[in-house]
């Protein structure tokens, strides 16, 4: 499960350490996916995406700015 953030500003230090995790556990995914380490029997995983903060194009953003 999840774990409660208990603060609402974040310095570059924290996005650096969200992405490099974030990277981490991707690259651990597509390990996994490239390996045939997964059912090809169809859809038995699920996985959930928490909050993204998106920009304009819909992408993840990486603004520091604290809303």
């Known amino acids: 499960m999840g774990k409660e953030i ?7 230090g924290d996005f650096d350490r969200f992405y ?3 990277r981490d556990e991707t690259g651990l995914f597509s390990d996994l996916v490239a390996g045939k380490q997964l059912s090809e029997e169809g859809f ?8 993204w903060l998106l920009d304009h194009g819909f992408f993840p953003s990486r603004a ?4």
């Open 44 to 51: 038995v995983i699920g996985f959930e995406i928490e909050a």
């Open 64 to 67: 520091t700015s604290n809303f």
């Open 6 to 12: 208990a603060q609402s500003q974040f310095g570059q």
């Open 20 to 22: 490099e995790s974030l």
